[in-house]
Each structure stands twice: as C-alpha cells, then as structure tokens.
Nanobody, 123 residues
Framework: VQLQASGGGLVQPGESLRLSCAASGFTLDDYAIGWFRQAPGKEREGVGCISVGRGSTYYANSVKGRFTISRDNAKNTVYLQMNSLQPEDTAVYYC?????????????????WGQGTQVTVSS
C-alpha cells in the first residue's frame, strides 16, 4: 500500500492549488481517504476526508466552503482542491487511507500515510 501526495507549492493569498493523492497497491475507491496538514510547531490536523460509496465528504470548519475533496477512480487518485488560500493554510499536507469504508477526521483512524507535500501561502 502506497500513497503519493503531490501538487504543493508557493502561492499568494486568495489563490488556489490542487493536491493529488495517487494510490498504488490497492483500489482507492474501496477505502476512505483523509487529508491532513501539519504546520510548524503544531499538531497534525484533519482537513477533510471522503468515504466510499456515495463519496460523502467531511471538512474541518477552518476549510469548509474553500476546500473540496474528489475522487478519480480511473486514475486511482483523490484530489484536494484548495481555493481562497490564506497564510494560515501554510503547512505540509498529507493524505492517508483507512482500510474501512467510512472516513473520520481523526489522524489515529488511518492505517497508511503518504509523504507530505508543502503548501506555502505568502505574499
């Protein structure tokens, strides 16, 4: 089981980025995926997650209305579309998978983690 997160970068406040989480070794649509972030000196926190089936999504209050998670089953990839980025969104972003169909925003819920991708929002 491997996850590869990518798409991070440096953007200005108000701009957008789309992160990708590509899976190998398993079919991503069979399991729930979470996105997390960790800023320097802070705990890793849940940003959002997507469950199996109808693809129900859940978001942290801090990103609700700005971030959207989606799946592309043909590419075995989950995306995190981030709009209206702000300096407080600066962090290393991670994706993770739990071998269970329902997702959760708690980091202890997840079984496997990808490496992070850096997102920096600065003018």
């Amino acid at each position: 089981v491997q996850l590869q997160a990518s798409g991070g970068g440096l953007v200005q406040p108000g701009e957008s980025l789309r992160l990708s989480c590509a899976a190998s070794g398993f079919t991503l649509d069979d399991y729930a995926i979470g996105w997390f972030r960790q800023a320097p000196g802070k705990e890793r926190e849940g940003v959002g997650c997507i469950s199996v089936g109808r693809g129900s999504t859940y978001y942290a209050n801090s990103v609700k209305g700005r971030f959207t998670i989606s799946r592309d089953n043909a590419k075995n990839t989950v995306y995190l579309q981030m709009n209206s980025l702000q300096p407080e969104d600066t962090a290393v972003y991670y994706c993770a998978v739990v071998m269970f169909p329902r997702c959760h925003l708690g980091k202890s819920w997840y079984d496997y983690w990808g490496q992070g991708t850096q997102v920096t929002v600065s003018s």
